[in-house]
């Protein structure tokens, strides 16, 4: 059974930074790309990034590039989200999600990421 841990979450300022983690269980981590996505309160559920099974090509939604940073450590089976220099809108659950095993190129769509985590809740205040 594939389960997903997130965990670092919290209320933060405008301008300060945040690092979010997820480990999956039940599969093998390496031979997936992984992805996080997330949910404004009153938006739907948007693209944040996502990195290849190396870890070599990473994508990034136009409103974080350049502030997020993914990553993951897969002798740790864990995927990781720096967020830097946030802002009011960031402000949402985050989500971490599994994506199609073995394929090379990481996905922006929710629907190609078949395992989801719980979500941590990130709330950045002005």
């Known amino acids: 059974q594939v389960q997903l841990a997130e965990s670092g979450g919290g209320l933060v300022q405008a301008g300060d930074s945040l690092s979010l983690s997820c480990a999956p269980s039940?599969?093998?981590?390496?031979?997936?790309?992984m992805g996080w996505f997330r949910r404004g309160p009153g938006k739907e559920r948007e693209f944040v990034a996502a990195?290849?099974?190396?870890?070599?090509?990473?994508y990034y939604a136009d409103s974080v590039k350049g502030r997020f940073t993914i990553s993951r450590d897969n002798g740790k089976n864990t995927m990781y989200l720096q967020m830097n220099t946030l802002k009011p809108e960031d402000t949402a659950v985050y989500y971490c999600?599994?994506?199609?095993?073995?394929?090379?190129?990481?996905?922006?769509?929710?629907?190609?990421?078949?395992?989801w985590g719980q979500g941590t809740q990130v709330t950045v205040s002005s």
């Open positions: 039940g599969l093998t981590f390496s031979t997936y790309p």
């Open positions: 990195i290849s099974r190396r870890g070599s090509i990473t």
């Open positions: 999600a599994v994506g199609v095993q073995y394929r090379i190129v990481p996905d922006t769509a929710a629907t190609e990421y078949a395992y």
